[in-house]
């Protein structure tokens, strides 16, 4: 596992960027699309107040 430190803005910018990395996939890449989904809930957890 790694760990990174990323600013609120710089996480935001993740987010969006792996969300239209996401729309660029079609039916064919199951895998990939839900390694994506997998990142994206993880960028959604550390952006949750605690």
């Given amino acids: 596992m790694n760990t990174i430190q990323l600013t609120d803005t710089e996480l935001e910018l993740a987010r969006h960027a792996l ?7 079609g039916h064919d890449e199951a895998d990939t ?3 994506i989904k997998q990142v994206i809930a993880k960028l959604d957890e550390a952006s949750s107040p605690a």
């Fill in 19 to 25: 969300r239209a990395y996401l729309g660029s996939f």
């Fill in 33 to 35: 699309l839900h390694a």
